[in-house]
């Protein structure tokens, strides 16, 4: 054997060698198609578990139907009263009380601007595991029919 083929090994151990170089190399910097790649990937994971969730959770659309239909009624009778109010308080004659119906239709106000964002929460906490379900079912729809 020669110094050279002694100091080098076959030459399987310098690609074995060319390899380990490049793939260090290779790991040292985040590409754009790794990064895209890997976004794809974040993506898919995160309809999968939606889709779980969704299965899992299917029970329980009773119980979300009869809490959001609850507090919509309760907003609702909220969002009348406070029409109501405001309406009697700008038609009230001067010394008729005006300024008693001035402040409960404000506070009345004050409870439903409170309220709005719980309702919206509730309503999205009831629609969307649906519709997310059906967006999902109809994007995957629609790529299997891509594909083929």
């Not at 700008?90 to 409870?111: H, K, N, R």
Request: no cysteine; hydrophobic share 50%.
């Amino acid at each position: 054997m020669s110094f050279w083929s002694r100091l080098w090994g076959s030459e399987k151990a310098l690609e074995k060698g060319a390899d380990a170089l490049i793939k260090t190399g290779d790991a040292l910097f985040y590409t754009a198609e790794e990064k895209a790649q890997d976004s794809a990937q974040r993506s898919e994971q995160l309809r999968e578990f939606l889709l779980q969730w969704i299965k899992s959770t299917s029970g329980q659309n009773i119980a979300r139907r009869l809490i959001a239909l609850s507090f919509t009624g309760v907003y609702l009778l909220l969002l009348l009263v406070v029409a109501v109010l405001s309406v009697r308080a700008a038609l009230a004659d001067p010394g008729q009380g005006e300024t008693a119906l001035a402040t409960a239709a404000t506070a009345a106000e004050a409870v439903l601007a409170k309220a709005t964002y719980p309702q919206g929460l509730i309503m999205v906490f009831y629609f969307a595991p649906s519709k997310i379900g059906e967006a999902i079912a109809t994007f995957k729809g629609r790529g299997r029919a891509d594909k083929t």
